[in-house]
């Protein structure tokens, strides 16, 4: 049980501003509280994944990134922008924010999986190199539904 193991000089970043802790629930409450984002909130709303956290919190990241490259936004107009697309768009649960924006992010680190959720993504990896899809598609049970006319209405 490693519950209790902080490395000494791990900070957790705050998503919209410089500000750092020791510890990531000092970090969500201080998002909550400064940038009106409740991330465990969130998570819990929007049932998340271990899988779809990290990826969250990478396309989160790199949104915060590119938006403070244009520099002409404050970082509550920022987050604003942001929390408002994460509920109705799609874009953050995509392969790509796998891997990480920043390099040694705490917050992924510190990530729990309380509630055991998962999705199909996360319980395999297929490779695609060697994949006959031809024959994954002749093979399909989906195939033989819309081929034999299961959802015509």
Same mark, same amino acid.
């Given at each position: 049980?490693?519950?209790?193991?902080?490395?000494?000089?791990?900070?957790?970043?705050?998503?919209?501003?410089?500000?750092?802790?020791?510890?990531?629930?000092?970090?969500?409450?201080?998002?909550?509280?400064?940038?009106?984002?409740?991330?465990?909130?969130?998570?819990?709303?929007?049932?998340?994944?271990?899988?779809?956290?990290?990826?969250?919190?990478?396309?989160?990241?790199?949104?915060?990134?590119?938006?403070?490259?244009?520099?002409?936004?404050?970082? $509550?107009?920022?987050?604003?922008?942001? &929390?408002? !697309?994460?509920?109705?768009? *799609?874009?953050?649960?995509?392969?790509? /924010?796998?891997?990480?924006?920043?390099?040694?992010?705490?917050?992924?680190?510190?990530?729990?999986?309380?509630?055991?959720?998962?999705?199909?993504?996360?319980?395999?990896?297929?490779?695609? $190199?060697?994949?006959?899809?031809?024959? &994954?598609? !002749?093979?399909?049970?989906? *195939?033989?539904?819309?081929?034999?006319? /299961?959802?015509?209405?």
């Amino acid at each position: 049980d490693w519950s209790g193991w902080n490395e000494e000089g791990q900070q957790a970043v705050c998503f919209f501003c410089d500000a750092s802790f020791d510890q990531s629930d000092k970090v969500y409450e201080h998002m909550t509280m400064a940038h009106d984002f409740d991330f465990v909130q969130m998570r819990q709303e929007m049932q998340m994944s271990f899988y779809q956290q990290v990826k969250m919190i990478n396309y989160i990241r790199r949104q915060v990134h590119l938006r403070n490259k244009e520099g002409e936004r404050t970082a $509550d107009e920022v987050a604003t922008i942001i &929390i408002d !697309n994460l509920r109705t768009s *799609t874009k953050w649960n995509q392969p790509q /924010y796998y891997f990480p924006t920043y390099e040694n992010d705490s917050l992924l680190c510190q990530l729990e999986d309380k509630d055991g959720l998962f999705e199909p993504e996360d319980t395999f990896v297929i490779g695609e $190199d060697g994949i006959d899809c031809r024959a &994954i598609i !002749n093979h399909s049970v989906l *195939t033989d539904l819309v081929v034999g006319g /299961y959802f015509d209405s």
